[in-house]
C-alpha cells in the first residue's frame, strides 16, 4: 500500500512538472518565433514576465520526482539511470544552458549576446522537453531491462515510440505555453498578443491533437503492450484526453483565455495518468510496484515526510504563483 502511495504522489510530481516546467520549455519556442529584435520586443516581455519569477521553482517538481524515484523505487531507478544517461545527461545539460540563457540575457546589453544568449534559451528549450519525452519513451514501450548492464544505451531511447513520445513533449510544451499565455496577454491588457497566442495555441493544439492520434499505430507496432493498456484499463484517460482536448480547441475560438487554461491542463494530465494507468502495476519488464519498492523501513518515513514538506511546500508555491499573476508594470 504504501508503495501505492508513493507512486501516486511521484506521478503527481512529475504531472505537476510537465503543467509548469513544460509551459516554461514552450515559453522558449515561442520566444524563438516571436520574430526580430523590435518586432518580437512585445512577446518576448510577456513570455520574459511571465516564466522569469518561477521558471526555477518549477523545477522543484523535477527534483521531487527524482529524488523520490530513487528513494522509493532503487530497483527501477537504477537501471532506468544507467540505461538512460545519455538522453538525462543531454536533459540536464539543457536546463542548465536554458537557465544560464535566459538570465544571462537579461542582463545583457549588446544586441548580438541578447540573440546569443536568447537562441541558447530557445533551443534548449526545445531539446529539453524532447530527451525527457524520449525517456519516458523508452520506459512505456519496456526497453529499460532489469539489471545495470542490460540495456542498450542508444536503442533504448532511440526507437519509434521513444522519439514519438518526445515529439509530443515538445508539443504540448509549445501548447499549454501559448494557451497559458493568451490569459496573461489579456491581464496586461494587450490584444494583439492575446488574439497572436491564441493563433498559435488554435495551430499547436490541431497539430498535438494529429501527432497523439498518428502516435497510436506507432505503439501498437512498437509497444503493443502499453498499446493493449491504454485501449484498455485506461480508455477512460485516452477518451477524457481527446475530449479535454477538443473542448480547448472551442473555448480557444470562443475567447475564454482562463477556462480554457483548465481544460489544456486536463488533456494533457489525462495523457499522463492514461500511460501511468496502462502500465500498472509494470514499473519495468519483469519489475512490479511491489518489487522495486524499498523496504517498509524506508517507505514510512519517506510518507510522513512528504506529509510534513507539503505543509511548507504547497502553500508557499501558491502563494508564488499567485503573487506573480498580476499584470506587468508598464
Known sequence: MSADILLAVLWIGLTLYALFGGADFGGGLWDLLAGGSERGRPQRELIEHSIGPVWEANHVWLIFVITLFWTAFPAAFAPFAATLYIPLTLAALGIIARGAAFAFRKVSDRLWQRRLFGAAFAFSSVVTPFFLGATLGAVASGRVPVGIDAGDIWTSWWNPTSVTTGLIAVGACAYLAAVYLTADARRAGSTALAEAFRLRALITGLALGALTLAGFPVLRADAPALFDGLVGTALPLAITSVAAGVLSLGLLVA????LVRLTAAIAVTAVLWAWGVAQYPVMLPGLTVDGAAASSSVLTPVLWVLGIGSVLL??????????????PQR
Do not use: A, K
Open 314 to 327: 504547497v502553500p508557499s508555491l501558491v502563494y508564488l504563483y499567485s503573487v506573480f499573476q498580476r499584470s
Open 255 to 258: 475567447r475564454r483565455y482562463l
